[in-house]
């Protein structure tokens, strides 16, 4: 069974600040693709950024990155110069190949202090 | 180009009641999902549809039916409702060209529905 672990229930930081948000999984599928999605307020899920696991380089979409370390199955989110908008709760999620749906973490409700 | 979009936003019911929430994609997407966020929690999958006339078991699908006639919609029924359903439920879409590892759900502003 595939499983998301996100520890961080909630995080704090400064505006213009970098903030890191831990995802670690487990799965024993070879093939997989990790998410990130960002719930704000208004409760829309948005999609941020993907990461395959056959991807050699780390992604990136703007100010977010996605730290990937395969071996130690993590894969956490960066978020570079954060910004009042960014306050939200962020889930980290994996896809399974062969039906395609979406195993979500608890999230973590990141607060973006002026 | 609206995406995914969900009916009703909002609705209350008596336990023992039906209702049936419909989700509408315009993207030619060929998988479709149900999931439902609790309190706290990140989201499960209900059921899921690969295809126009299929439907499979997601995570938690007792007391939820679905059914997918034509491709762009996805429908989720609730035949008796119970309070243990008060949730937010979300659909989602995906399409599978550009391979296994790259497609992207996306998803619709969901329903709150409350059973009392």
């Given at each position: 069974a595939q499983k998301i672990t996100q520890t961080q229930p909630g995080m704090f930081v400064q505006e213009k600040e970098a903030v890191t948000l831990d995802c670690t999984y487990d799965t024993s599928d070879p093939s997989y693709g990790l998410f990130w999605y960002k719930q704000p307020s208004s409760g829309e899920m948005i999609f941020l950024i993907y990461q395959g696991s056959y991807d050699q380089q780390n992604a990136t979409e703007g100010r977010y990155s996605l730290n990937f370390q395969k071996a130690r199955k993590s894969a956490n989110l960066v978020i570079s110069a954060s910004q009042l908008g960014d306050s939200a709760m962020y889930f980290c999620a994996m896809r399974e190949v062969p039906r395609r749906a979406l195993t979500f973490g608890s999230g973590t409700r990141l607060q973006v202090q002026p | 180009n609206a995406g995914v979009t969900q009916t009703p936003k909002f609705r209350v019911l008596k336990t023992g009641q039906s209702m049936t929430l419909l989700c509408a994609q315009?993207?030619?997407?060929?998988y479709m999902y149900w999931y439902r966020q609790d309190p706290g929690m990140g989201l499960r999958l209900i059921h899921y549809s690969v295809g126009e006339g299929t439907t499979a078991k997601g995570e938690v699908p007792d007391g939820y039916n679905v059914s997918?006639?034509?491709?762009q919609n996805f429908l989720l029924g609730l035949e008796s409702a119970a309070p243990s359903q008060t949730s937010v439920y979300f659909c989602a879409s995906s399409w599978t060209s550009g391979g296994p590892l790259t497609d992207t759900q996306y998803f619709g502003p969901g329903t709150r529905l409350t059973v009392l």
């Open positions: - | 315009d993207m030619n997407h060929e997918r006639l034509k491709k």
